[in-house]
């Protein structure tokens, strides 16, 4: 047995996320296996990091997985997403203990989802458990269970969640489009809960209570036939209630609620004894005192059923199995099933915007912790969203600004309906992608604060119906006839900029001006030198030319005189130029935009 558990545990620790059989201890963080069921638990590492785990304090025994939950006080609705099969037949279970955790011996109320669909209003107990269980088919791979906030210091905590995987021909008088709620699910004569070691499928049947006017039947067959669609297990045939005479009738306790709703139940009998030639079981079913089907014969070893579907009862409905007239015994039951069944499922939000939001979610640590439905369902989307209303929303809106996001944004194109993406004040870094200028719905974009790198593309600057910021990106160039480093705000606004929305960098203007500088004194140095050097040779032609034409000559050469005037010229034009570029490239204008960029960035404002 010891082995068995082991092995069971290291099972579901490998593969508990590729398969929809498990069981989440929530807030404990150990895998662990259960001697009452044989059934593995693991904790919720796996499928949530946010939330708050408690370990209860109490001087009573608990049972281990109602020893610890997973406590929210923030968010609007917090989710576990467990894979599964698109399309598979699934009973989900959501378990929940107060135990006075927080000391306030308040317990509180909040609302329970699954898959984007509301589930109901979770009233908790002070000192005893509650559970919730749900049968539908998927719709598609992942299965999410989310508690939200509903009501004003109440917050929404989970215990334990189940997932066991049905086989497809079990209640297959519901429709698929349809959830199925539990109200009730009993045994009649048994004296301990049935499940998991006997129910294969891990249904949990509760010992129903004898009253005074039933009698216990125990089964001479120890082998029950069962060839039943819906697999109730053998252990429920062993024993059963009867009345005492044929002229008293069972009550079926329902449990439904005070309104009335769609129900579907399931009756399980089988005869507990051979009957002799003067014997008969007869029984049929009534719906508040009228008789609501063929009499049916309960068969001795061979598990019998009747199921009741396409109506609408409440509390105040009676349901009752009474003896047909020709019956001589008294009539029996050994198991019962009631269900509510839900509005039609949600499909969920767009498939395209879900896409989208996965790529998001992939590249974005950050984003990971987000499940369940991101639009559904209404209103607890997530929180950093926008959505349509309708049956298939669409996301309209990412509020990401200041959300730690940190490296290059994905592909989220498919996200056509987008009208605002807000990832300001962030550590984005990259080229702006293209595809953000061709989503045909968006209208406002905010890049700024980041660190993304490159051109504006043509796509966002051409596009006069988006206004576009993006200051505060040091290394984003504005195109234009040069790419210079720059930071832009097209809506017009933020700090002191050009014209154009543009802060112009110091970084330039000190090149600028400190290189001309250096420039000019290393080029005014060579022409002294210049000069200094012309200078020196016609003193020395002078000097000789004198001493060959005598006193009576002019004192000094007329060739070397024309030759340092040109010396001068020449370096008196050479500064005036240097000087004259100097000043044209300190004054020039910053790059012109071509006419649709500038109406574009002016239109920001």
């Known amino acids: 047995m010891a082995t068995y558990l082991l092995l069971l545990i290291i099972s579901a620790s490998a593969f508990s996320t590729l398969n ?8 404990s963080s150990e895998s662990y296996g259960s001697d009452d069921y044989s059934i593995a638990w693991v904790g919720d590492d796996l499928y949530i990091q946010h939330g708050e785990s408690v ?27 467990i894979d599964s099969e698109k399309g598979s037949k699934v009973l989900v279970r ?25 589930w109901i209003t979770v009233e908790t107990s002070a000192d005893q458990p509650v559970s919730y269980e749900a049968i539908y088919v998927t719709k598609t791979d992942t299965i999410s269970v989310c508690v939200a906030q509903t009501f004003p210091n109440m917050f929404p905590f989970i215990s334990a969640i189940e997932v066991r995987n049905l086989d497809s021909k079990m209640y297959g008088y519901s429709d698929s489009n349809r959830a199925l709620m539990l109200r009730r699910r009993v045994a009649y004569g048994t004296e301990v809960i049935v499940r998991s070691t006997d129910d294969f499928y891990d249904r949990i049947w509760v010992p129903a209570v004898k009253g005074d006017d039933f009698t216990v039947l125990t089964s001479d067959e120890t082998f029950i036939e069962v060839s039943l669609d819906d ?15 044929t002229s008293t009738s069972i009550q079926l306790g329902t449990n439904l609620p005070t309104t009335k709703v769609p129900v579907y139940m399931n009756i399980y009998y089988s005869e507990a004894s051979v009957l002799d030639s003067t014997q008969k079981r007869s029984l049929q079913l009534l719906v508040d005192g009228k008789i609501n089907s063929k009499p049916f014969i309960p068969v001795y070893g061979t598990a019998g059923e009747i199921t009741l579907y396409n109506l609408t009862a409440n509390s105040d409905t009676t349901f009752s199995l009474a003896a047909s007239p020709d019956s001589t015994l008294p009539p029996l039951i050994n198991a019962l099933e009631v269900f509510t069944v839900s509005d039609e499922l949600t499909d969920g939000t767009n498939s395209d915007d879900v896409e989208g939001l996965v790529s998001l979610q992939d590249e974005f640590d950050v984003l990971k912790d987000w499940g369940g439905d991101p639009c559904l369902p209404s209103p ?35 996200m056509t309906s987008l009208e605002i993406i807000d990832l300001h004040n962030n550590s984005l870094i990259g080229s702006i992608p293209e595809f953000l200028g ?21 796509s966002i600057s051409k596009n006069k119906k988006l206004k576009l910021t993006v200051t505060d990106n040091p290394n984003l160039c504005v195109s234009g006839k040069s790419c210079k480093t720059a930071s832009v705000d097209t809506s017009g606004s933020g700090g002191s900029s050009s014209s154009g929305g543009r802060k112009k960098s110091k970084l330039p203007v000190i090149l600028g001006t400190t290189i001309p500088i250096f420039v000019l004194v290393w080029v005014i140095g060579g022409v002294c030198a210049v000069l200094h050097h012309k200078r020196k040779s016609a003193a020395i032609a002078a000097g000789n030319v004198g001493q060959a034409g005598g006193a009576n000559k002019p004192s000094g050469n007329p060739q070397a005189a024309q030759m340092q005037m040109a010396a001068n ?29 500038q109406n574009h960035l002016e239109e920001g404002n």
């Open 20 to 27: 929809a059989d498990v069981s989440i201890d929530c807030g």
């Open 55 to 81: 370990e209860l304090q109490s001087s009573k025994t608990i049972y281990q997985p109602m020893a610890t939950l997973r406590v929210f006080t923030d968010r609007k609705k917090n989710c576990y997403n």
């Open 94 to 118: 959501a378990y929940f203990f107060y135990g006075n955790y927080d000391g306030k011996s308040s317990p509180p109320k909040f609302d329970l989802h699954f898959d984007g669909n509301h």
């Open 231 to 245: 697999s109730p297990p053998r252990a429920l045939f062993q024993n059963a209630f009867a009345t005492d005479n």
């Open 380 to 414: 607890y989307s997530w929180d950093w969203i926008n959505c349509t209303s309708g049956s298939t929303p669409r996301v309209t809106a990412l509020y990401l600004g200041s959300f730690g996001l940190s490296g290059f944004l994905p592909d989220f194109s498919s």
């Open 438 to 458: 061709t989503l045909p719905n968006l209208k406002q974009l905010n890049l700024a604060g980041n660190d993304l790198s490159g051109t504006i593309p043509s």
């Open 569 to 597: 010229n020449m370096a008196q034009n050479v500064v005036n130029d240097f000087i004259m570029n100097v000043h044209e490239q300190q004054s020039a204008p910053e790059p012109v935009y071509n006419d649709d960029q």
